[in-house]
């Protein structure tokens, strides 16, 4: 190496350097609303700067193809950066695949430059990586797949899932520490791309709509530690450096999601989902239900002091958003208190809700987390839940022998008075039923969120003049 | 060779200490944008796959190294594109219409 290329280094470096930096800054500044575009300008000048000094590199020689590549993927990304604020989640799917995509391919195409010499460490890490990205490829793909609704959403499950799903995962670790003993083993290394591939599908098999938000984190934080093995492998600190913060992040919020589901960690890592389902117990009686009309509905809110809204999956299903804002501006202006209860899963991936709701405009400040606004219900004139389900099931806290008891809940039926918009009595994902509905301070509100809003507000509106 | 996965591993080590303190303090409000923000620094996986393309090292490591770099820069540029689209829309009280 010649002092040219040595200085070229030095100055790779120190772009990798600041741009690793940047990484770190653009995450502190999404800590809060006010500084967080700040961070996503951070990490654009960290990404070009990296991809800038990456230029640099001695040995490339293509610089035409290296063009083509990025004006093509530009091209996809425009589009999917413009995609609905409704379809987020399985955008957000979409991309995981994606980046597994990439690990998965660097992954084979450096074996294939190296093999039959590759040291034993670095052959492990090049496997972890391999798997990792694999897996993670096709079960974020089914996830997006599920929740555009071009597959089935209801969960598959049967007896013994559990056991053929890690006993293929366990093939696909047989293959690797046979590749790290012989890594001239050339034609087993595509079985440890496809094995886990089998493997990502059948995770995500069993997995119903409810649960996506822990397993998007979950292949989330999957994406991130492929990419930061993949930075040992070529020895990049900033891919590990990049890896190890997408990996953090994906883990933090899966660790959020399955505390807020009652989900156990280890439950969470290999994937037991969906068994709740099973669990579910019909023990139906009769049981009376009150329900009301838009006018009454109005009616009621209109005179209320303090108004909670409880938005869930449904309001999202029935793009009720805007009508809820609607309805937030015409309370509010006629002096009513209203603020929304975000339980940390309501929606199909983290966060959901909030961006629903700021797409609509209201403003973030009336969007409470759950511990915030629980103590609050019993001073709440009204709880108007939109679409949400288990979430607002009391017996979560009371009923010992429900599926879903010791799952934080928002505690609606301390209100004084409850309203449901629902479109008919039947249970939600898990089949449980809701005693919620049948309390003498609850009424049903039957119909499409949309339309039913839109009937209140309509009410509204109208008593003004 | 060894002195370089040690040092990789302080740096991973390190790291997942920062993401963990600083993740930790992001507002369950931003959750969403968040994700799709982290997925667009991990797509710095880019810069791996510049490097097959741009040393055309072999038929095969090339041909990966395209599509990977496809791949990459489509969450590279719709991921920062999608967050600031959110961000953007995150708005505090106004004072109420007239």
Redesign the interface.
Known sequence: MNTAFAGNQTVIEILYLIASLLFILSLKWLSAPKTARHGVLAGEIGMVLAIGGTLLHHGIVDYKWIAIALVIGSGIGVPLGLVQMTAVPQRTALSHAFGAFCVTLVGTAEYYLRTPDVPRFMMSVLCMEVILASLTFTGSLMAAGKLQEVLPQRPITYKGQNFVNLSILAIAVAVAVYLVLNPGAKPLFPVMIIVPMIFGVLMIVPIGGADMPTVISLLNSYAGLSAAAMGFVLNSKLLIIAGALDGSSGFILSVIMSKAMNRSFTNVLFGAFGQVQAAAAAAKEEKTVRSATPDEAAGILGAANKVVVVPGYGMAVAQAQHKVRELYDSLTKRGVDVRFAIHPVAGRMPGHMNVLLAEADIPYDRLMEMDDINGDFPQTDVALVIGANDVTNPAARTDQSSPIYGMPILDVDKARTVMVIKRSMSPGFAGIDNPLYYMDKTLMLFGDAKSFVSGIVHQLSGNTH | ?NS??I??LF??ML??F???E?????????????????????????????????????Q???I???????????????????????????????P??P
């Open positions: 060779m370089g996965l040092d990789g740096v991973f790291a997942g920062i993401g963990f600083v993740i930790k303090r992001v507002s369950p409000l931003l959750h969403t944008p968040l994700m799709s923000l982290t997925n667009a620094l991990d797509a710095i996986a880019v810069v791996g796959a510049i490097v097959l393309v741009g040393e055309h090292k072999s095969l490591s090339f990966l190294g395209v599509l990977a770099v496809i791949a990459a820069t489509s969450n590279v540029v719709g991921g920062f594109l999608i967050t600031d689209r959110m961000l953007r829309m995150f708005k505090s009280s106004r109420t219409k």
